[in-house]
């Protein structure tokens, strides 16, 4: 006697050929196996180099160095604002000594950073942006000259308020770009970066 094979269906060959039998239709079947899709992201930052945020910072140096001058009012009534400014005592003494320094600066900033092909946007933006703002702090001296507001009276407390604001304006934005330089951010001075901006594009 002849052994006849055992078929063996799985539960899906048995379902369909029970609907091939019986004249339905294939049962819908569905994959035990969803896709799986890839939440992972990828993203690429790319750090200032050390060189241009080196000259980046460096360069607001100068308009604060001028800016200085501002301050007199300020550290005459309070003592305790120039503490801070100790350290760079030497350094100011060093950068008054040599003649012209500040125009020397100016155009080295200008032509070595500014206008050096070489170099990042990111060191020639700030470096420009050091230059305009150091270019505004002109504009008090030029008109204290021509209108000689005196020594004394409310023409003399006008000045006092306006030098005190200005400096106080000036270290801010010292010190706003200074640290965002030595992180590698790019600072955006009030009244100062869209100038900027338009010289280089």
Known sequence: MASLPILRFAPTSHSLLKSTVLGLPPPLQLSHHPKKFSTTTK?????????????????YFLPFFNGLQYGRFLFSKYPFLAAPMEPLIPILSLYH??????????????????????????????????LVLDVMLAVPVLLQRIFSPGRSGIALKVTAWAHSGL??????????????????K??????????AGRQLD
Do not use: H, K, M
């Open 43 to 59: 993203c690429s930052y790319t750090p200032t180099p050390a060189t241009d945020r080196l000259i980046s910072a460096a360069s």
């Open 97 to 130: 000594s040599v003649p012209y320094a500040s125009f020397v600066t100016f155009f080295g900033l200008y032509l070595g950073v500014v206008r050096n092909p070489n170099l990042s946007r990111y060191a020639r933006f700030n470096a420009l942006q050091a």
């Open 167 to 184: 400096f106080l304006f000036v270290a801010c934005c010292f010190v706003y770009g200074l640290v965002a330089s030595i992180i590698g």
């Open 186 to 195: 790019t600072p955006y001075l009030p009244f100062v970066a869209e100038a």
